[in-house]
């Protein structure tokens, strides 16, 4: 499970250091995709092919599952850690994530994203209340 914040810089040729915590989780190709939020989502392989499935068996319009596909499989870039555990976010997701030097590499349970760091800092502004409010209204 991916769980925590950490703060990296990312280097001239677009590579983030993957936080060590991380990187035992994984196994393999890693997926980095862009989801719905200004960030790159960063899959295990495992949990990326489990997307697909969804896709692939959803009832919903077709023209409209294609399009989705476009969007989150067209949008996605196989990848492997280097031996110093950075990996290389491709120029197309860190413009879509507005990502230049630094960034937040934040656990989401089964995935984790990685946001530019001032934006991720202007989206948590207000969340506390936020997340007080969706708690309540899920323990019912």
Known sequence: MFSGNYEHK??????VPIPAKFRR?????????????PCITAYPLTEWEKVGKKLSSSVIDKARVRDLKRYLIGN????????????????TLRDYAGIKDNVTIVGTGDRF?????DAFQKRMVGLD?????????LEG
């Open 113 to 117: 994203e990685i946001w530019d760091q």
């Open 10 to 15: 990312v280097d001239f040729k677009g590579r």
């Open 25 to 37: 989780e994984l196994k393999g190709t890693l997926i980095l995709a862009r989801v719905a939020d």
């Open 76 to 91: 996605a870039f196989p990848s492997n850690l280097d031996e110093q555990g950075r990996v290389l976010l491709p120029p």
């Open 129 to 137: 209340q936020d997340a007080y409010t969706l708690i309540e209204s």
